[in-house]
């Protein structure tokens, strides 16, 4: 399974960015596809997820500000990004949880992608 992750650059805060990830291999079901960002010092943590028949779920930090969006036949996920604040500087990782032809159930990961918002 590859996790192909693109869309990060340096924006100013007050800003939009659009990351896309994109899942290929012998996948038989994807059960949940999000995005998870970490900063240098700090654990992975949870940005927003969206699971079968797009139930969504979002960090409260940016709960009103991104959107996530799920392409079912393509296996691929879209976040919105809006009104970024510096806070948002991370590398943001791509992440879903799939049974494939080797696993059950089994978290995949992207290589990362970063993000900077300046003030």
């Known amino acids: 399974v590859q996790l192909q992750a693109s869309g990060g650059g340096l924006v100013q805060a007050g800003e939009s960015l659009r990351l896309s990830c994109a899942a290929s291999g012998s996948i038989l079901r994807i059960n949940a596809m999000g995005w998870y960002r970490q900063v240098p010092g700090n654990e992975r943590e949870l940005v927003t997820a969206v699971g079968n028949r797009n139930i969504t779920t979002y960090a409260d930090s940016v709960k009103g500000r991104f959107i996530i969006s799920r392409d079912y036949a393509k296996n691929t996920i879209s976040l919105e990004m809006n009104s970024l604040k510096p806070a948002d500087t991370a590398v943001y990782y791509c992440?879903?949880?799939?049974?494939?032809?080797?696993?059950?159930?089994?978290?995949?990961w992207g290589q990362g992608t970063k993000v900077t918002v300046s003030s």
């Open positions: 992440k879903i949880n799939a049974r494939t032809v080797a696993r059950d159930n089994f978290d995949y």
